[in-house]
Protein backbone atom coordinates (compact mmCIF):
# COMPACT_ATOMS: atom_id res chain seq x y z
CA UNK A 1 0.00 0.00 0.00
CA UNK A 2 1.09 3.70 -0.95
CA UNK A 3 1.71 6.10 1.87
CA UNK A 4 -1.31 8.02 1.92
CA UNK A 5 -0.96 11.38 1.16
CA UNK A 6 -3.45 14.37 2.96
CA UNK A 7 -7.22 14.07 2.98
CA UNK A 8 -8.55 16.46 0.96
CA UNK A 9 -10.17 19.38 2.34
CA UNK A 10 -11.31 22.95 0.82
CA UNK A 11 -9.10 25.59 2.34
CA UNK A 12 -7.54 26.49 -0.73
CA UNK A 13 -9.90 29.52 -2.44
CA UNK A 14 -8.14 28.61 -5.48
CA UNK A 15 -9.34 25.05 -5.15
CA UNK A 16 -12.19 22.74 -6.69
CA UNK A 17 -13.30 21.91 -3.46
CA UNK A 18 -13.94 25.15 -2.38
CA UNK A 19 -15.33 26.56 -5.49
CA UNK A 20 -18.35 23.37 -4.82
CA UNK A 21 -18.44 24.51 -1.54
CA UNK A 22 -18.38 28.57 -2.19
CA UNK A 23 -20.50 28.20 -5.32
CA UNK A 24 -22.59 24.99 -5.77
CA UNK A 25 -23.69 24.66 -2.36
CA UNK A 26 -25.87 27.91 -2.85
CA UNK A 27 -27.23 27.68 -6.23
CA UNK A 28 -27.93 23.76 -5.10
CA UNK A 29 -30.10 25.54 -2.43
CA UNK A 30 -31.59 28.11 -4.61
CA UNK A 31 -32.69 25.15 -6.81
CA UNK A 32 -34.52 23.50 -4.10
CA UNK A 33 -35.73 26.67 -2.32
CA UNK A 34 -37.14 27.13 -5.59
CA UNK A 35 -38.59 23.29 -6.32
CA UNK A 36 -42.10 23.17 -4.13
CA UNK A 37 -44.11 26.06 -2.67
CA UNK A 38 -42.48 24.86 1.17
CA UNK A 39 -43.81 26.45 4.36
CA UNK A 40 -42.04 29.33 4.97
CA UNK A 41 -40.09 28.05 7.74
CA UNK A 42 -38.40 26.08 5.08
CA UNK A 43 -36.59 28.98 3.06
CA UNK A 44 -35.79 30.00 6.24
CA UNK A 45 -33.90 27.04 7.95
CA UNK A 46 -32.31 26.90 4.59
CA UNK A 47 -30.91 30.00 4.45
CA UNK A 48 -29.31 29.59 7.88
CA UNK A 49 -27.39 26.75 6.45
CA UNK A 50 -25.97 28.57 4.14
CA UNK A 51 -25.18 31.30 6.16
CA UNK A 52 -23.16 29.02 8.63
CA UNK A 53 -19.63 29.56 9.27
CA UNK A 54 -19.01 26.66 11.71
CA UNK A 55 -20.05 23.35 11.37
CA UNK A 56 -23.14 22.71 13.64
CA UNK A 57 -24.09 19.14 14.27
CA UNK A 58 -28.05 17.98 13.29
CA UNK A 59 -30.49 18.34 15.55
CA UNK A 60 -31.17 16.13 18.53
CA UNK A 61 -34.06 13.77 17.93
CA UNK A 62 -32.90 13.01 14.26
CA UNK A 63 -32.83 9.08 14.10
CA UNK A 64 -29.11 9.19 12.79
CA UNK A 65 -28.22 12.29 15.29
CA UNK A 66 -25.78 9.69 17.16
CA UNK A 67 -24.32 8.43 13.74
CA UNK A 68 -23.88 11.88 12.84
CA UNK A 69 -22.47 12.57 15.85
CA UNK A 70 -19.86 10.25 15.95
CA UNK A 71 -18.86 11.02 12.00
CA UNK A 72 -18.54 14.68 12.79
CA UNK A 73 -16.35 13.89 16.41
CA UNK A 74 -13.66 16.73 15.72
CA UNK A 75 -15.29 18.98 12.98
CA UNK A 76 -18.10 20.31 14.97
CA UNK A 77 -17.36 23.95 15.61
CA UNK A 78 -14.89 24.11 12.23
CA UNK A 79 -15.40 25.87 9.18
CA UNK A 80 -16.80 24.13 6.79
CA UNK A 81 -13.63 24.33 4.62
CA UNK A 82 -11.17 23.52 6.51
CA UNK A 83 -12.66 19.59 7.69
CA UNK A 84 -12.52 17.32 5.00
CA UNK A 85 -14.15 17.61 1.58
CA UNK A 86 -15.78 14.04 2.00
CA UNK A 87 -17.60 14.84 5.09
CA UNK A 88 -18.38 18.86 3.91
CA UNK A 89 -20.34 17.37 0.85
CA UNK A 90 -21.80 14.54 2.60
CA UNK A 91 -23.42 16.62 6.02
CA UNK A 92 -24.58 19.53 3.69
CA UNK A 93 -26.36 17.18 1.97
CA UNK A 94 -27.74 15.02 5.79
CA UNK A 95 -28.49 19.06 6.73
CA UNK A 96 -30.58 20.19 3.30
CA UNK A 97 -32.87 17.25 4.24
CA UNK A 98 -32.94 18.55 7.85
CA UNK A 99 -34.10 21.97 6.57
CA UNK A 100 -36.87 20.93 3.94
CA UNK A 101 -37.74 17.93 6.88
CA UNK A 102 -37.56 15.08 5.15
CA UNK A 103 -37.57 13.16 7.96
CA UNK A 104 -39.77 15.26 9.75
CA UNK A 105 -43.11 13.56 10.15
CA UNK A 106 -45.89 15.21 8.80
CA UNK A 107 -46.99 16.12 5.02
CA UNK A 108 -43.62 16.92 4.10
CA UNK A 109 -42.02 13.92 5.24
CA UNK A 110 -39.90 12.17 2.40
CA UNK A 111 -40.76 14.57 -0.42
CA UNK A 112 -37.39 14.60 -2.75
CA UNK A 113 -35.89 18.26 -2.48
CA UNK A 114 -34.41 17.31 -5.56
CA UNK A 115 -37.48 15.64 -7.74
CA UNK A 116 -38.60 18.21 -10.01
CA UNK A 117 -35.28 18.29 -11.12
CA UNK A 118 -34.92 14.47 -12.03
CA UNK A 119 -37.92 14.60 -13.76
CA UNK A 120 -36.46 16.56 -16.48
CA UNK A 121 -33.45 14.49 -16.49
CA UNK A 122 -35.62 10.70 -17.55
CA UNK A 123 -34.55 9.93 -20.83
CA UNK A 124 -37.22 10.75 -23.47
CA UNK A 125 -38.60 8.18 -25.96
CA UNK A 126 -36.16 8.79 -28.80
CA UNK A 127 -33.07 7.65 -26.37
CA UNK A 128 -35.16 4.70 -25.51
CA UNK A 129 -35.33 3.50 -29.00
CA UNK A 130 -31.84 4.12 -29.93
CA UNK A 131 -31.35 1.66 -26.83
CA UNK A 132 -33.65 -1.08 -27.51
CA UNK A 133 -31.95 -0.73 -31.13
CA UNK A 134 -28.59 -1.42 -29.68
CA UNK A 135 -29.28 -5.25 -28.55
CA UNK A 136 -29.70 -5.92 -32.49
CA UNK A 137 -26.28 -4.93 -33.05
CA UNK A 138 -23.23 -7.35 -32.63
CA UNK A 139 -22.25 -8.52 -28.97
CA UNK A 140 -18.97 -7.00 -29.40
CA UNK A 141 -20.04 -3.82 -30.27
CA UNK A 142 -23.12 -3.97 -27.29
CA UNK A 143 -20.67 -4.27 -24.84
CA UNK A 144 -18.66 -1.46 -26.14
CA UNK A 145 -21.01 0.43 -26.34
CA UNK A 146 -22.81 0.11 -23.15
CA UNK A 147 -19.45 0.93 -21.32
CA UNK A 148 -18.87 3.95 -23.09
CA UNK A 149 -22.69 5.23 -22.51
CA UNK A 150 -22.52 4.18 -18.98
CA UNK A 151 -19.49 6.40 -18.52
CA UNK A 152 -20.93 8.91 -20.64
CA UNK A 153 -23.82 9.18 -19.22
CA UNK A 154 -22.46 10.35 -15.99
CA UNK A 155 -21.13 13.09 -18.14
CA UNK A 156 -24.41 15.85 -17.35
CA UNK A 157 -23.84 17.89 -20.78
CA UNK A 158 -23.11 15.27 -22.93
CA UNK A 159 -26.65 13.95 -22.54
CA UNK A 160 -26.73 10.30 -24.24
CA UNK A 161 -26.33 9.49 -27.40
CA UNK A 162 -25.94 5.59 -28.90
CA UNK A 163 -25.69 6.37 -32.22
CA UNK A 164 -22.20 4.77 -34.51
CA UNK A 165 -19.30 6.62 -34.33
CA UNK A 166 -20.25 7.81 -31.10
CA UNK A 167 -19.57 4.53 -29.35
CA UNK A 168 -16.37 4.76 -28.93
CA UNK A 169 -14.45 8.08 -27.97
CA UNK A 170 -11.39 6.43 -27.17
CA UNK A 171 -9.59 10.03 -27.27
CA UNK A 172 -11.46 11.30 -24.27
CA UNK A 173 -10.88 7.55 -22.32
CA UNK A 174 -7.76 8.16 -20.57
CA UNK A 175 -7.27 5.03 -18.65
CA UNK A 176 -9.37 2.07 -20.85
CA UNK A 177 -9.75 -1.47 -18.43
CA UNK A 178 -12.61 -2.46 -20.56
CA UNK A 179 -11.48 -5.72 -22.07
CA UNK A 180 -10.28 -6.93 -18.17
CA UNK A 181 -14.39 -5.75 -17.22
CA UNK A 182 -15.71 -8.33 -19.61
CA UNK A 183 -13.11 -10.92 -18.61
CA UNK A 184 -14.61 -10.57 -15.72
CA UNK A 185 -18.19 -10.62 -16.02
CA UNK A 186 -18.16 -14.87 -16.53
CA UNK A 187 -21.73 -15.77 -15.57
CA UNK A 188 -21.50 -15.12 -11.61
CA UNK A 189 -23.17 -12.71 -9.07
CA UNK A 190 -22.59 -8.59 -10.09
CA UNK A 191 -23.05 -5.70 -8.19
CA UNK A 192 -23.79 -2.14 -9.48
CA UNK A 193 -23.56 1.05 -7.35
CA UNK A 194 -25.31 3.42 -9.60
CA UNK A 195 -24.68 7.35 -9.40
CA UNK A 196 -26.84 9.63 -10.77
CA UNK A 197 -30.63 8.75 -11.87
CA UNK A 198 -31.79 9.81 -15.54
CA UNK A 199 -29.38 9.83 -18.40
CA UNK A 200 -26.94 8.03 -16.03
CA UNK A 201 -29.08 5.26 -14.80
CA UNK A 202 -30.93 3.92 -18.05
CA UNK A 203 -27.47 3.03 -19.69
CA UNK A 204 -26.84 1.75 -16.36
CA UNK A 205 -29.96 -0.63 -16.39
CA UNK A 206 -29.60 -1.25 -20.36
CA UNK A 207 -26.18 -2.73 -19.00
CA UNK A 208 -27.38 -5.07 -16.59
CA UNK A 209 -30.51 -6.33 -19.14
CA UNK A 210 -26.98 -7.21 -21.14
CA UNK A 211 -25.05 -9.10 -18.42
CA UNK A 212 -28.37 -11.00 -17.55
CA UNK A 213 -29.23 -11.53 -21.44
CA UNK A 214 -25.89 -12.48 -22.12
CA UNK A 215 -25.47 -15.07 -19.36
CA UNK A 216 -22.41 -12.90 -18.48
CA UNK A 217 -24.14 -12.49 -15.14
CA UNK A 218 -26.23 -14.89 -13.28
CA UNK A 219 -27.85 -12.27 -11.16
CA UNK A 220 -27.47 -8.73 -10.55
CA UNK A 221 -27.43 -6.45 -7.11
CA UNK A 222 -28.27 -2.68 -7.95
CA UNK A 223 -27.29 -0.18 -5.12
CA UNK A 224 -29.11 2.86 -4.78
CA UNK A 225 -28.80 5.89 -2.38
CA UNK A 226 -31.39 5.33 0.77
CA UNK A 227 -32.02 9.19 0.60
CA UNK A 228 -31.62 12.32 -1.98
CA UNK A 229 -28.18 13.03 -1.67
CA UNK A 230 -25.62 14.96 -4.43
CA UNK A 231 -29.00 16.06 -6.21
CA UNK A 232 -29.39 13.37 -8.35
CA UNK A 233 -27.98 10.27 -7.44
CA UNK A 234 -30.72 7.54 -7.88
CA UNK A 235 -33.26 6.11 -5.08
CA UNK A 236 -35.50 3.29 -5.37
CA UNK A 237 -38.25 5.57 -6.85
CA UNK A 238 -36.27 6.61 -9.55
CA UNK A 239 -35.33 3.46 -10.53
CA UNK A 240 -38.98 2.62 -10.36
CA UNK A 241 -39.57 6.05 -12.29
CA UNK A 242 -37.33 5.25 -14.75
CA UNK A 243 -38.44 1.81 -15.85
CA UNK A 244 -41.96 3.53 -16.57
CA UNK A 245 -40.61 5.20 -19.30
CA UNK A 246 -39.09 1.90 -21.48
CA UNK A 247 -42.54 2.06 -23.58
CA UNK A 248 -44.86 -0.86 -23.78
CA UNK A 249 -43.42 -3.80 -25.51
CA UNK A 250 -39.69 -2.61 -25.11
CA UNK A 251 -37.70 -5.74 -24.81
CA UNK A 252 -35.36 -4.22 -22.53
CA UNK A 253 -37.88 -2.79 -20.48
CA UNK A 254 -40.17 -5.87 -19.91
CA UNK A 255 -36.84 -8.18 -19.43
CA UNK A 256 -36.04 -5.82 -16.44
CA UNK A 257 -39.31 -5.48 -14.58
CA UNK A 258 -39.25 -9.54 -15.19
CA UNK A 259 -36.13 -10.06 -13.51
CA UNK A 260 -36.84 -7.90 -10.59
CA UNK A 261 -39.92 -9.87 -9.88
CA UNK A 262 -37.90 -12.93 -10.52
CA UNK A 263 -35.24 -11.90 -8.68
CA UNK A 264 -32.30 -12.23 -10.85
CA UNK A 265 -32.25 -8.20 -10.56
CA UNK A 266 -32.62 -6.94 -6.96
CA UNK A 267 -32.40 -3.41 -5.63
CA UNK A 268 -30.59 -2.72 -2.29
CA UNK A 269 -29.48 0.24 -0.46
CA UNK A 270 -27.68 0.97 3.15
CA UNK A 271 -27.19 3.87 5.07
CA UNK A 272 -23.47 3.60 4.92
CA UNK A 273 -24.16 5.17 0.90
CA UNK A 274 -25.54 8.18 2.46
CA UNK A 275 -22.32 8.73 5.24
CA UNK A 276 -19.19 10.50 4.99
CA UNK A 277 -17.30 7.46 4.82
CA UNK A 278 -14.86 5.80 1.98
CA UNK A 279 -15.77 1.89 1.10
CA UNK A 280 -12.84 1.35 3.56
CA UNK A 281 -15.12 1.41 5.92
CA UNK A 282 -17.97 -0.16 4.47
CA UNK A 283 -20.18 -2.35 7.05
CA UNK A 284 -19.56 -5.66 7.00
CA UNK A 285 -22.36 -7.06 5.12
CA UNK A 286 -22.06 -4.66 2.73
CA UNK A 287 -18.47 -6.00 2.27
CA UNK A 288 -19.81 -9.47 2.33
CA UNK A 289 -22.09 -8.59 -0.72
CA UNK A 290 -19.04 -7.33 -2.43
CA UNK A 291 -16.98 -10.23 -1.45
CA UNK A 292 -19.96 -12.86 -2.79
CA UNK A 293 -19.92 -10.69 -5.93
CA UNK A 294 -17.73 -12.16 -9.47
CA UNK A 295 -17.81 -8.36 -10.23
CA UNK A 296 -18.49 -5.14 -8.62
CA UNK A 297 -19.07 -2.12 -10.50
CA UNK A 298 -19.01 1.03 -9.07
CA UNK A 299 -20.15 4.44 -11.43
CA UNK A 300 -19.33 7.83 -11.09
CA UNK A 301 -17.25 10.31 -9.42
CA UNK A 302 -17.81 10.04 -5.96
CA UNK A 303 -18.11 6.61 -5.54
CA UNK A 304 -14.53 6.41 -7.27
CA UNK A 305 -13.36 9.05 -4.44
CA UNK A 306 -14.75 6.59 -2.29
CA UNK A 307 -13.00 3.68 -3.59
CA UNK A 308 -9.43 4.81 -3.51
CA UNK A 309 -9.96 7.42 -0.62
CA UNK A 310 -10.54 11.27 -0.97
CA UNK A 311 -6.56 12.42 -1.08
CA UNK A 312 -3.95 13.86 -3.07
CA UNK A 313 -2.82 11.05 -4.53
CA UNK A 314 -0.12 11.49 -7.32
CA UNK A 315 -1.66 10.59 -10.42
CA UNK A 316 0.48 7.65 -10.93
CA UNK A 317 -0.43 6.19 -7.65
CA UNK A 318 -1.01 2.20 -8.62
CA UNK A 319 -5.32 1.63 -8.81
CA UNK A 320 -4.28 -2.27 -7.67
CA UNK A 321 -2.29 -1.13 -4.66
CA UNK A 322 -5.01 1.53 -3.52
CA UNK A 323 -7.83 -0.83 -3.88
CA UNK A 324 -6.18 -3.78 -2.81
CA UNK A 325 -8.58 -3.69 0.54
CA UNK A 326 -11.99 -3.91 -1.63
CA UNK A 327 -13.10 -7.12 -0.94
CA UNK A 328 -13.45 -8.60 -4.68
CA UNK A 329 -13.23 -7.45 -8.10
CA UNK A 330 -13.90 -4.05 -8.88
CA UNK A 331 -14.52 -1.83 -11.56
CA UNK A 332 -14.52 1.99 -11.76
CA UNK A 333 -16.63 3.29 -15.04
CA UNK A 334 -16.10 7.02 -14.18
CA UNK A 335 -15.60 10.54 -15.82
CA UNK A 336 -13.17 12.66 -13.76
CA UNK A 337 -14.81 15.58 -12.29
CA UNK A 338 -13.02 16.04 -9.50
CA UNK A 339 -9.09 16.11 -8.37
CA UNK A 340 -8.35 12.18 -7.10
CA UNK A 341 -7.48 10.01 -10.01
CA UNK A 342 -4.75 7.33 -9.81
CA UNK A 343 -3.58 4.51 -12.21
CA UNK A 344 -2.48 7.43 -14.89
CA UNK A 345 0.70 5.69 -16.77
CA UNK A 346 4.08 8.05 -16.15
CA UNK A 347 4.06 10.95 -18.23
CA UNK A 348 0.10 10.60 -19.28
CA UNK A 349 -0.75 13.92 -17.22
CA UNK A 350 1.59 16.04 -19.18
CA UNK A 351 0.03 15.42 -22.43
CA UNK A 352 -3.78 16.49 -21.00
CA UNK A 353 -4.98 20.66 -20.68
CA UNK A 354 -4.55 21.81 -17.28
CA UNK A 355 -8.49 21.66 -16.17
CA UNK A 356 -8.16 17.76 -16.65
CA UNK A 357 -9.25 16.78 -13.47
CA UNK A 358 -12.91 18.44 -12.95
CA UNK A 359 -13.85 19.51 -16.38
CA UNK A 360 -15.75 16.51 -16.91
CA UNK A 361 -13.96 15.77 -20.46
CA UNK A 362 -12.23 12.48 -19.67
CA UNK A 363 -13.40 9.12 -18.52
CA UNK A 364 -11.52 6.19 -16.98
CA UNK A 365 -12.33 2.53 -16.57
CA UNK A 366 -9.89 1.15 -14.16
CA UNK A 367 -10.45 -2.69 -12.94
CA UNK A 368 -8.58 -4.64 -10.14
CA UNK A 369 -9.25 -8.33 -10.52
O1 LIG B 1 -22.31 12.26 -9.76
P1 LIG B 1 -20.87 11.98 -9.56
O2 LIG B 1 -20.20 11.49 -10.81
O3 LIG B 1 -20.59 11.10 -8.39
O4 LIG B 1 -20.21 13.37 -9.28
C1 LIG B 1 -20.36 14.00 -8.09
C2 LIG B 1 -19.23 14.94 -7.95
O5 LIG B 1 -19.76 16.21 -7.85
C3 LIG B 1 -19.05 16.93 -6.88
O6 LIG B 1 -19.85 17.01 -5.76
C4 LIG B 1 -18.69 18.26 -7.32
O7 LIG B 1 -18.22 18.22 -8.60
C5 LIG B 1 -17.84 16.09 -6.62
O8 LIG B 1 -17.33 16.39 -5.42
C6 LIG B 1 -18.40 14.75 -6.75
O9 LIG B 1 -17.41 13.84 -6.75
Redesign the pocket.
Known sequence: MPVEPPVIVSTDPMSFPHS?LRD?HPAIVERVRGAYPYPPEVPLRLERLLQEDVVAPLAGGAHDAAAWAEWGAGMFGRSWYDVPFLFA?NFFYRRLLEAVGYYEPGAWQGVDPFGPQKAADLPGAEELAELDALQERPEEEQAAGLVAAALWG?RADLGFRLVAGDLQRVDDLIVDDSKRLWSLAQGGPAVLVA??AGRELLPDLVLIDFLLRTGRASRVELHVKPAPY?V?DALTADVLAELRRFPAGSAVGGRLDAALRDGTLRLHTEDFYCAPLTFHDAPDGLAARFAAAELTILK????Y?RLVGDRSWPATTSFEEVTGYFPGPVAAL??V??DVVVGLSAGAEGALPASWRTGGAFALVQVRA
Open positions: VRENDNFSGDLNRRTKS
